[in-house]
């Protein structure tokens, strides 16, 4: 026997190319993928949609603050204009000037009976 004789050649198999199990799997995958696509965006636009309106709410309710704001001080003056349109000293001031009045000079007291 010779040495040759001996060694048995060796087999090498190739190696397999991989079939897929089920051809459906595939297309199950890509609309697994697909729809947790639009998921995820559609959670992101939610996010952002309240974030915006957070932001408009936001700036309205300053703008309000600020007119109201401005709209106390007007009143503030206006009820300052009226308070000294109507004080004591100045109606006293326009009876004597423009309406020429004078102090009483007697004062009469009428008893009103039964009291």
Sequence with gaps: MSIREKVAP?????????EEPH???FPRVAVIVIV?????????LLYLW???AILAL????????????SIQEVNRY????????????????IAREELHMED??????VEIPGK
């Design 10 to 18: 060796r087999a090498y198999s190739l190696p397999r190319v991989r």
């Design 23 to 25: 051809s459906a799997s």
């Design 36 to 44: 947790a696509a639009v998921v995820v965006s559609g959670l992101c």
């Design 50 to 52: 309240q974030g915006t």
């Design 58 to 69: 936001t700036a309205e309710r300053e703008s309000a603050r600020a007119a109201l704001t």
């Design 78 to 93: 206006l009820e300052f204009k009226v308070d000294r349109a109507f004080s004591l000293s100045r109606v006293e001031q």
């Design 104 to 109: 009483p000079k007697f004062v009469r007291y």
